[in-house]
């Protein structure tokens, strides 16, 4: 599937190999490299999984592998915790 230049899509890049992590992190940490993803317009036609070239939205260009094409948002905070519903309510009935 060719991606077309200006698409919208997200990149990922490896920042630190393995043997270049900080000394002292957790080994669990220290064997995985530091990966960085980061959305952005393709600068040229592309495909997933290849080497692509992207123009932020603050216009710096920044190379890595094509992981997904029109990047949605799926994070959230988890579940609701009933516990802390009623903070704040007082002071919102009484301001």
Same mark, same amino acid.
């Given at each position: ?31 995985? @490299? ?5 959305? $952005? ?6 495909? !997933?999984? &290849?080497?692509?070239? /992207? +123009? ?14 029109? @990047? ?5 905070? $988890? ?6 519903? !009623?903070? &704040?309510?007082?002071? /919102? +009935?009484?301001?």
């Amino acid at each position: 599937m060719n991606v077309p230049k200006g698409t919208w899509v997200e990149i990922e890049s490896i920042v630190l190999h393995p043997a270049e992590r900080a000394p002292g992190i957790p080994p669990e940490t220290a064997r995985c @490299p530091y990966v960085r993803r980061l959305s $952005g317009f393709l600068e040229d036609d592309g495909v !997933p999984g &290849g080497e692509v070239a /992207v +123009r932020s939205l603050i216009g710096r260009t920044h190379r890595g592998i094509l992981r997904a094409v029109q @990047p949605g948002y799926d994070h959230g905070f $988890g579940p609701t915790v009933p516990e802390l519903l !009623p903070i &704040g309510i007082s002071e /919102v +009935r009484d301001g």
